[in-house]
């Protein structure tokens, strides 16, 4: 009897132990990821208050910093890089969602339905939509935000955010995603060539090894002038610009330095689209929207 007590007491003391090591494991992690996600969140306003600074510059595409605790590394993207959901036509839509991998009659689909969810009055989209369950009606309005975009028919999840394809040898390459290429303060004139996704470049007549070229150009360093895409860009180089206008969107990727002095696995992502305005308003910015998960392909890292 006393070795069976012996044996159900450590039974009991066993689980206890392990149930309390995985209580402080996940409460350690919990507690890292409110840290990295303070670190991501100060490196944005750190960022924001360096292109206000000096709004005549053309900011950096990517920002490092390095804190006591950890880095942060914020990708500075001008709303001038992406398509305007409200404004864009359909053709460009089409384009657009053709080099993110869909078919053609999908594209086009995709194209008429986005433009009619803007547009006044009952249509042949509103039919379809009320069949499905659970049923809702288009908006009929200008787009409040980018996610209202998986709403609409022939949308689906794979290219709203994105998709990987393998490769013949084996590797894993991520599509572009269609939240990234579209904006409701984006443009339909001429786009940022230093932040405009590859799709989006694609879709405005860049042949993709070209686009491949521009790419590698720009992660070496900041595109200065045009002359430098001219030749690459070919006639699509007048659909292309230097820098943007008043509403940029900051996205930053943090992560905690552990006692070793290496960077941990653990990776969160914020961003915040903001509006600079006059220097003499207080303040001169204005937080337009604030996600506290953002998605973010960030591989370099200072």
Not at 111 to 137: C, H, I
Not at 235 to 254: C, D, M, Q, V, W
Request: net charge positive; proline share 6%; charged share 25%.
């Amino acid at each position: 009897m006393v070795l069976w007590l012996s044996v159900a007491l450590a039974a009991i003391a066993f689980a206890v132990a392990t149930r309390v090591r995985g209580e402080t494991d996940r409460a350690a992690t919990l507690a890292d990821r409110t840290r990295t996600y303070y670190l991501a969140a100060g490196a944005v306003e750190r960022a924001i208050l360096r292109v206000q600074s000096n709004l005549n510059r053309l900011p950096d595409p990517q920002m490092r910093f390095s804190f006591p605790n950890g880095e942060a590394l914020v990708e500075v993207i001008p709303e001038t890089a992406r398509l305007s959901l409200n404004v864009g036509e359909p053709r460009e839509f089409a384009a657009l969602l053709v080099a993110l991998g869909a078919p053609p009659d999908q594209a086009r689909e995709t194209a008429m339905a986005l433009v009619d969810w803007r547009k006044e009055g009952n249509s042949q989209f509103d039919q379809f939509y009320s069949r499905l369950t659970p049923s809702f009606r288009a908006r009929h309005a200008s787009f409040l935000n980018e996610e209202e975009a998986l709403y609409l028919k022939g949308m689906t999840p794979e290219l709203f955010h994105g998709n990987y394809i393998r490769e013949p040898n084996g590797a894993l390459v991520r599509l572009g995603a269609f939240k990234d290429c579209v904006s409701v303060f984006g443009t339909t004139g001429r786009f940022e060539v230093n932040t405009a996704e590859p799709a989006l470049l694609v879709s405005l007549g860049i042949p993709r090894p070209a686009v491949q070229q521009i790419l590698r150009l720009r992660s070496m360093k900041r595109i200065q002038s045009m002359e430098e895409v001219a030749s690459l860009a070919g006639p699509a180089a007048a659909k292309l610009r230097l820098g943007g206008n008043s509403i940029y969107t900051f996205r930053a990727t943090a992560r905690l330095r552990r006692q070793d002095g290496r960077l941990s696995d653990l990776r969160h992502t914020v961003s915040a689209q903001v509006k600079f305005l006059p220097l003499q308003l207080l303040p001169p910015h204005h937080v337009l929207r604030w996600r506290d998960m953002a998605d973010s392909e960030v591989s370099q890292w200072p």
